[in-house]
């Protein structure tokens, strides 16, 4: 197999969460530049729709919450309506309620866990089926600094992420004999809606370009060619990884 074709997704299907802003969305635009169709889901239809508008006809979009379990059906229904069962799978959808541990509350703490953990194995559990028939297969979770790292402000988040590096271990373990990989990817600091507070404070952003090894932040770019790997024939034999695309902010 030549080079181009291991990163060729032609003929794939991927669906995105999240797909609305950030990475989620970045993550979308490169999937569909490879060659593959792309449904996008979020809960802003403008969002979804600007998307579209910029990827074309191979693009859909799906208004739905991912972590509104009653409705998991109709919306893994929505997602399979326009070109078929994904074949990819990318879970980017993410909230961080940056509750101080002494304030956290049960309504935070439920809402993190429904999007940031529960959200991914459920859906991946409803599309894992029809991948298996098909033999290939491709899950993506987000992990975070906080997989391993405690910031102020990320009890519920920081479990959750912590949670999604051994989420990637049992899926792949489960999944990955029928040609399913399970993979994660952390990123470190972005540009994205999410960590919108952290790059508004010119000197913590500072502050974390200088704790990389590289010595800045990341560019949404930066993001591409992770992505694509592990969306593609590339990662054949990765699965159950964390790949943190930080910089090496983990490696200080």
Same mark, same amino acid.
């Given at each position: 197999?030549?080079?181009k074709e291991l990163f060729d997704l032609r003929g794939k299907t991927a669906c995105i969460t999240g797909a609305s802003s950030g990475l989620g969305r970045r993550a979308a635009m490169t999937l569909a530049a490879?060659?593959?169709?792309? @449904?996008?889901?979020?809960?802003?239809?403008?969002?979804?729709?600007?998307?579209? #508008?910029?990827?074309?006809?191979?693009?859909?979009? @799906?208004?739905?919450?991912?972590?509104?379990?009653?409705?998991?059906?109709?919306?893994?229904?929505?997602?399979?309506?326009?070109?078929?069962?994904?074949? =990819?799978? @990318?879970?980017?959808?993410?909230?961080?309620?940056?509750? #101080?541990?002494?304030?956290?509350?049960?309504?935070?703490?439920?809402?993190?866990?429904?999007?940031?953990?529960?959200?991914?194995?459920?859906?991946?559990?409803?599309?894992?089926?029809s991948m298996r028939e098909k033999g290939w297969g491709r899950i993506v979770n987000f992990a975070s600094l906080q997989t391993t790292r405690a910031f102020p402000g990320g009890v519920a988040y920081g479990a959750?992420?912590?949670? =999604?590096?051994?989420?990637?271990?049992?899926?792949?373990?489960?999944?990955?004999?029928?040609? =399913?990989? #399970?993979?994660? =990817?952390?990123?470190?600091?972005?540009?994205?809606?999410?960590?919108?507070?952290?790059?508004?404070?010119?000197?913590?952003?500072?502050?974390?370009? #200088?704790?990389?090894?590289?010595?800045?932040?990341?560019?949404?770019?930066?993001?591409?060619?992770?992505?694509?790997?592990?969306?593609?024939?590339?990662?054949?034999?990765?699965?159950?990884?964390?790949?943190? @695309?930080?910089?090496?902010?983990?490696?200080?």
């Amino acid at each position: 197999m030549g080079h181009k074709e291991l990163f060729d997704l032609r003929g794939k299907t991927a669906c995105i969460t999240g797909a609305s802003s950030g990475l989620g969305r970045r993550a979308a635009m490169t999937l569909a530049a490879a060659g593959a169709q792309v @449904v996008g889901v979020a809960r802003r239809k403008n969002a979804l729709d600007s998307l579209c #508008a910029e990827i074309g006809t191979s693009a859909a979009g @799906v208004v739905a919450d991912v972590a509104d379990r009653d409705r998991l059906a109709t919306t893994v229904a929505d997602i399979s309506a326009p070109f078929g069962a994904p074949d =990819i799978l @990318v879970h980017a959808a993410g909230v961080n309620t940056r509750e #101080a541990a002494d304030d956290v509350t049960p309504k935070g703490w439920d809402q993190t866990l429904a999007l940031n953990l529960s959200a991914p194995f459920f859906l991946s559990q409803a599309f894992v089926p029809s991948m298996r028939e098909k033999g290939w297969g491709r899950i993506v979770n987000f992990a975070s600094l906080q997989t391993t790292r405690a910031f102020p402000g990320g009890v519920a988040y920081g479990a959750t992420k912590g949670g =999604i590096a051994q989420l990637t271990r049992a899926m792949a373990e489960a999944w990955s004999p029928y040609g =399913i990989t #399970a993979n994660a =990817i952390g990123p470190g600091f972005f540009p994205t809606e999410l960590t919108a507070a952290v790059f508004g404070d010119e000197e913590r952003a500072a502050r974390n370009a #200088a704790q990389t090894c590289v010595g800045r932040n990341g560019k949404l770019e930066d993001m591409d060619g992770p992505i694509l790997f592990l969306c593609s024939d590339a990662s054949a034999f990765v699965t159950g990884q964390v790949l943190m @695309v930080d910089g090496g902010y983990t490696a200080k």
